[in-house]
């Protein structure tokens, strides 16, 4: 099965720009989506498709993708980004799906 | 406003089953594929399973499979999730999302606590 990582854990000054990677080989033919989770919190999406956001997203948040890689942009990050994200795409096969091993963004 | 509220979440031995549903409303629920991801305590989200709109195609996780069974009733507007000889693992907030045609999920529910413990 297909796999998607993530590093651990990046950290943001207030105001300034952070991104996201996400690395695996499904990423190749499928659009990432990203998932951010507060804590105690069910996750809500992000981002969607090429680089779509979904309605009360804040236009900070953005998306790009390059061969095997996957990547969400905060710029302006605020102290309400501070949270786990989470790529998933569909796997190889495109019956199943994989999310990536997280992400968790501290706002300094 | 799209809706999802799962339960039958609780305590059980391993080698038993549970039943989880999750109850949907706002929305044409016989229209959308559906899924079921988890978290383990601590742990980042696994997906685990997802169902066609109308029921016919069923996918899962390496993990679950051959234990776990998805299933929907259009009519009752429910999905449910059959988890049979469960295992430590398996402990994990159970969470249903709705498909949203390009394969993102939204929303999600508010989650279910399944713990395997003797």
């Known amino acids: 099965s297909s796999e998607l990582t993530q590093d651990p854990a990046v950290s943001v000054a207030l105001g300034q720009t952070v991104r996201i990677t996400c690395q695996g080989d499904?990423?190749?033919?499928?659009?990432a989506s990203w998932y951010q989770q507060k804590p105690g919190q069910a996750p809500t999406v992000v981002i969607y498709?090429?680089?779509n956001r979904p309605s009360g997203i804040p236009d900070r948040f953005s998306a790009s993708s390059s061969e095997d890689t996957a990547s969400l942009t905060i710029t302006g990050a605020q102290a309400e980004d501070e949270a786990d994200y989470y790529c998933?795409?569909?796997?190889?096969?495109?019956?199943?799906?994989?999310f990536g091993t997280g992400t968790t963004v501290t706002v300094l | 406003q799209v809706h999802l509220v799962e339960s039958g979440g609780g305590v059980v031995p391993p080698g038993t089953s549970l039943r989880l549903s999750c109850a949907v409303s706002?929305?044409?629920?016989?229209?959308?594929?559906m899924h079921w991801v988890r978290q383990a305590p601590g742990k980042g989200l696994e997906w685990v399973a997802v169902?066609?709109?109308?029921?016919?195609?069923?996918y899962y996780a390496e993990s679950v499979r051959d234990r776990f069974t998805i299933s929907r009733d259009n009519s009752e507007n429910t999905l449910y999730l059959q988890m049979n000889s469960l295992r430590g693992e398996d402990t994990a907030i159970y969470y249903c999302?709705?498909?949203?045609?390009?394969?993102?999920?939204?929303?999600w529910g508010q989650g279910t606590l399944v713990t395997v413990s003797a």
């Open positions: 999302a709705r498909d949203r045609g390009s394969s993102w999920f939204d929303p």
């Open positions: 706002g929305v044409n629920f016989g229209s959308h594929a």
């Open positions: 169902i066609a709109f109308d029921g016919r195609d069923d």
């Open positions: 499904s990423l190749r033919n499928y659009f």
């Open positions: 498709g090429r680089n």
């Open positions: 998933n795409s569909r796997d190889i096969s495109g019956h199943l799906y994989v």
